[in-house]
Nanobody
């Protein structure tokens, strides 16, 4: 129904900024809540940020609040994660997710996922 694809990852240095994007290669997520998750090497995927359908409400993990910002452009069917003051511990694969059916922080509650984009932050 909906296919998601992330882009914008890369290798940066600590303190740098980066913008990740999530687009729909098939369908649309304009009427879905959206989120970003990340997976550190060898670990489980964890919640990073979420945004409501209209974009007026956002939610963040404590580890990224004040440094990472989620936003969306519903007309363009895009979701962004703006990353600033990046730290080595931000190194992970970042995933875009759509349409939670319950807890917005729970990986299992999202219906659609992208393939992930790698962010590597060097010290």
């Amino acid at each position: 129904q909906v296919q998601l694809v992330e882009s914008g990852g890369g290798l940066v240095q600590a303190g740098d900024s980066l913008r990740l994007s999530c687009a729909a290669s098939e369908g649309t997520f304009s009427n879905y809540p959206m989120a970003w998750f990340r997976r550190h090497s060898g670990q489980e995927r964890v919640f990073v940020a979420a945004i409501s359908v209209n974009g007026r409400s956002t939610y963040y993990a404590d580890s990224v609040k004040g440094r990472l910002t989620i936003s969306r452009d519903r007309a363009k069917n895009l979701v962004y994660l703006d990353m600033t003051k990046l730290k080595p511990e931000d190194t992970a694969i970042y995933y875009c997710a759509a349409d939670p059916d319950g807890d917005y922080r729970a990986e299992s509650d999202y219906a659609y996922w992208g393939q992930g984009t790698q962010v590597t932050v060097s010290s």
